[in-house]
């Protein structure tokens, strides 16, 4: 697979498309058991209260596995990002009611880089709080 966005095609400011992922209780059951991730935080709502948090969180490589699929979908081959780094600022919280929580994800390019690379600048908010900062992949383009 080779990326399908041409270098010469973006700019500085180029929006990227949003998206927005669900999470629920049975997402994280799921990527406990794919990851290995067993940590009581992450599914028992009593365990987590009593650790001072709100209620069950997702996984924070899952809450960034979740945004860089905007730039994935986005360039057309996940192998096209060489470098992808986040900072965890507010976790996911996901309730246990029928809508769980909602991860909303926007990007952007943030810089054009030598050797068709460019910087993307994403956010990822959930409720209303900016969960992951300084959210930023390099990208090789067409």
């Known amino acids: ?5 041409q270098y010469d095609a973006v700019e500085v400011g ?3 498309p ?3 992922f669900p999470v629920t209780r049975a997402t994280l059951v799921r990527y406990a058991g794919a990851s290995g991730d067993f940590n009581p935080i992450h599914w028992n ?3 987590a209260t009593e650790v001072g948090l709100p209620d069950v969180i997702a996984h924070g490589m899952f809450t960034m596995a979740e945004a860089i699929r905007v ?7 996940p192998g096209a990002v060489v470098e992808y780094g ?3 600022t507010k976790p996911v919280v996901v309730p246990n009611d029928d809508r769980g929580a909602l991860i909303e994800v926007t ?4 810089a054009k880089l030598d050797d068709n690379r460019v910087r993307v600048d994403l956010t990822a908010m959930s409720a209303g ?3 992951l900062g300084m959210s930023r992949a390099v990208v090789v383009l067409a």
């Open 1 to 5: 697979m080779a990326a399908q966005i």
């Open 14 to 16: 180029t929006e990227l």
């Open 18 to 20: 949003a998206a927005s």
């Open 45 to 47: 709502e009593k365990f």
């Open 71 to 77: 730039v994935t979908d986005w360039v057309g081959d």
């Open 86 to 88: 986040v900072r965890f």
């Open 107 to 110: 990007a952007k390019v943030g």
């Open 129 to 131: 709080q900016k969960v």
